[in-house]
């Protein structure tokens, strides 16, 4: 194991302990915690569309790119910071659409999740470049496998309320 793989392995050991610490805090101060998520989707040859999801070190289930606001940072500020600390991409303000917030009451804190999204203008794949530390994984995968994977709640709720693309050919939404 070289170097650079164990310090990686210690980092994600990091990650898994404190967030598994974190609902002791978050009970002791009911925190309303702000984030925002950028739902990438690209489309497919099929007449289908493709999603970009991330696998978290040290949580549960797939997202797609997303964190947490800083102080005084507009939502779509924190989707663009996300989407390039998480897997590389940077984008320009002009092309995130919001599609929605979803606001969940969960493991002591109140969430509210800005949601944005990008629809890339061709089925090519981007580069996509992740720091194996906070995030091990990162790809597009089909709607259909949406369905099957598990998934973070915000994510859940926001497939389940806020994706009319869902039935659309990519074709029909452009």
């Known amino acids: 194991m070289d170097r650079n793989t164990r ?57 797609p790119p997303c964190g947490g606001l800083a102080r005084d940072e507009r939502p779509i500020d924190a989707a663009l910071r996300e989407l390039h600390e998480e897997v590389g991409l940077s984008l320009e303000t002009r092309r995130l659409r919001p599609t929605g917030v979803v606001v969940l009451d969960l493991a002591y804190r109140h969430d509210r999740a800005h949601f944005f999204e990008v629809v890339l203008a061709t089925d090519a794949r981007p580069v996509l470049s992740v720091d194996r530390r906070e995030v091990v994984w990162a790809d597009f995968v089909s709607d259909e496998d949406l369905q099957t994977m598990q998934l973070a709640p915000h994510f859940r709720v926001w497939l389940d309320e806020h994706a009319p693309w869902r039935d659309t050919p990519p074709n029909a939404s452009r």
């Open 7 to 63: 310090i990686d392995a210690i980092w994600r050991t990091i990650f898994s302990i404190g967030y598994r610490l974190m609902p002791l805090w978050w009970f002791l101060r009911r925190p309303a915690v702000e984030g925002a998520y950028v739902i990438v989707r690209r489309p497919r040859a099929d007449a289908r569309w493709d999603v970009l999801v991330v696998r978290n070190s040290y949580k549960p289930g797939f997202s």
